[in-house]
């Protein structure tokens, strides 16, 4: 089956979005608003989403009117979260928990306060593939158990909130590593190679689960249009690779070397606790997203870097 695309003709939504300035939410914002949809932008900056979304049919609320912005509209995306590739000190533990969690409860309470002629039909809700824990040898599907580190509690947590919401569908997307030039690992990566000294992270053979950002823009989408996706689905390409291969991938199309491995030490004074997932990784298998006939666009790690290298 074919990826859905919205065609000419099919009826227009309004979508409320937290995270909509981010790396995933700011081209998902462009990509609905051309297909005619209103999004409707929950944020706490209004004039820095202002200012970062200048596409027609964005409507901006600012945090006390986020109630209202859920009211009428047809779907909600929640793609609310702080970066989590910054050292983990207690204080940044607790805002990754409550960035996530937090917004979650709170968008979920507006959500089911809404009458239900006005409320949304369906709550399409990021988690992370952290949610299993990490693992060199297993190979985890939607189905696997979840982990016991803190990035899986978070998970769960994150997690749980949504699956409170009283819409006819609750969708979970657990994204793994997101590929794109303007940011996420990839941004950081990048100008490292690009100075001839880019390499594997550690070993080099911990799994890295990725998927390219217009991929995964397009899943949200197929996730708005398709009644059939509910529950949780894993948001990563259908072929993770290890980590030294993503780094020669990349050192190919830039043609940069990519032979000089960055020490465990170095990335542990650097990102402390969060050093972990970077170390030691996950392989994770969209397997509910293929049973459902989603067409990646991207399967394959060097056609996913040539087209973000030369984007």
């Known amino acids: 089956m074919a990826l859905i695309s919205c065609q000419e003709g099919a009826e227009k939504q309004t979508i409320a979005v937290t995270g909509a300035t981010g790396l995933v939410g700011s081209r998902l914002v462009s990509k609905l608003t051309s297909q005619g949809n209103t999004v409707r932008v929950l944020t706490r900056n209004p004039s820095a989403a202002s200012n970062k979304l200048p596409y027609p049919r964005v409507e901006i609320f600012g945090p006390s009117q986020w109630a209202s912005a859920v009211q009428g509209s047809n779907a909600v995306i929640n793609l609310a979260g702080e970066p989590i590739s910054s050292r983990w000190t207690p204080a940044i533990k607790t805002e990754i928990k409550q960035s996530r969690v937090g917004v979650t409860r709170r968008l979920v309470e507006a959500i089911n306060a809404a009458p239900e002629d006005r409320r949304p039909q369906v709550l399409i809700s990021t988690s992370a593939i952290g949610f299993y824990g990490t693992s060199e040898s297993q190979t985890f599907s939607e189905a696997s158990s979840s982990g016991r580190d803190y990035l899986a509690e978070v998970c769960r947590d994150w997690e749980s909130e949504a699956q409170k919401a009283k819409t006819e569908r609750t969708v979970i997307f657990r994204t793994g590593i997101v590929l794109a030039r303007e940011g996420g690992a990839l941004g950081k990566m990048l100008p490292v190679f690009n100075i001839f000294a880019g390499g594997p992270l550690g070993s080099g053979r911990q799994w890295c689960s990725w998927i ?100």
Not at 222 to 233: I, N, R, T
Not at 253 to 267: K, M
Request: hydrophobic share 40%; proline share 6%.
């Open 212 to 311: 390219h950002r217009d991929d995964l823009v397009n899943m949200y989408i197929q996730a708005l249009q398709d009644k059939s996706f509910s529950g949780v689905y894993n948001a990563t390409a259908p072929n993770p690779v290890r980590m030294s291969e993503l780094c020669s991938s990349l050192g190919g199309q830039l043609g940069r070397p990519s032979w000089l491995p960055v020490p465990d030490f170095a990335l542990q004074a650097i990102l402390g606790e969060g050093a972990t997932i970077v170390l030691e990784g996950q392989r994770v298998i969209p397997k509910r997203a293929q049973e459902q006939g989603f067409g990646f666009q991207f399967d394959n790690i060097n056609a996913a870097m040539r087209d973000v290298v030369k984007a």
